[in-house]
């Protein structure tokens, strides 16, 4: 095994996960494709200078693209969620954060129009990308989303819960509600705390000094404040954590590609590896 390629661990695990190709002619093995296309994404370096031991540039770029357009990242990813559940594996301590990523120049000049966004955001240190993640209580995701960096984070929190979706392995709905939820003050809004109360869902997050304030000046009428456990809240730097290792990825602590999607298939693809 050489720097930056999947241990035979690694590939145990992904080995089962990836689809398998009955028809065609013989192509190119599946370890050597991934191995190149984690390479790639580990190193940070261009398609065209990924060495030649993996194969044809052009087929890791396609292979990849294929594997991002049709979904298969995504269903490894729910695979092993699903695995690690059947054991009792996910502890549902949920917390929820975001992470922004400079983009380079290369991620710009996709072609505009359709129904997808780029995920690229304009701020006054040039162009930006972030990552709306919810992790499990060890730091592994379970869902995330790809906007512009110039996103605020509230407005991305329902679709990063209601992106939690992790199938049974026999039968039954897939599991898609926390126990805990953990947020910090960028979540704390009238609006996520009834959302999560609906739905039954315990949440630790802190109130902003602002809406303190407010709650104070109108005395009986402002309410009594939200609970908030500070034990529980001091976990919350497991998504602290899960954002380090994903950015161990030079590919993904720079944003190098021109769309959301091939981006999004990256993370998906680290995110998968971190199950492993």
Not at 182 to 190: N, P, V
């Amino acid at each position: 095994m050489r720097r930056h390629e999947l241990s035979d661990a690694e590939w145990a695990f992904v080995q089962p996960l990836l689809p398998r190709s009955e028809r065609g002619r013989r192509r190119l093995d599946d370890r050597t494709v991934l191995n190149g296309i984690v390479w790639k994404f580990r190193t940070g370096t261009a398609w065209r200078d990924v060495p030649e031991r993996y194969g044809s540039w052009a087929t890791l770029h396609t292979r990849f693209r294929r594997w991002a357009k049709d979904g298969t990242f995504e269903r490894m990813l729910h695979a092993a969620q699903a695995r690690a559940d059947a054991v009792g594996d996910i502890e549902w301590l949920v917390s929820v954060d975001s992470t922004i990523v400079r983009a380079h120049q290369h991620a710009a000049g996709a072609r505009k129009g359709g129904l997808r966004t780029p995920g690229l955001g304009r701020s006054r240190g040039g162009l930006t990308s972030k990552i709306h993640l919810a992790c499990d209580g060890v730091g592994r995701p379970l869902a995330f989303t790809v906007t512009g960096g110039n996103t605020n984070d509230c407005t991305q929190f329902t679709a990063v819960m209601k992106a939690i979706r992790v199938p049974r392995l026999g039968q039954g709905r897939p599991r898609v509600r926390p126990d805990h939820v953990i947020g910090d003050k960028g979540y704390s809004s009238k609006a996520i705390r009834g959302w999560l109360r609906r739905r039954n869902i315990r949440h630790t997050i802190p109130e902003r000094s602002d809406q303190v304030r407010n709650r104070l000046r109108r005395g009986s009428q402002g309410g009594r404040p939200p609970a908030f456990d500070k034990q529980v809240y001091k976990r919350r730097n497991v998504v602290e954590r899960c954002f380090n290792r994903l950015k161990q990825w030079r590919g993904i602590a720079t944003r190098y590609d021109k769309t959301a999607e091939s981006y999004q298939a990256a993370v998906t693809l680290a995110s998968l590896l971190m199950w492993a």
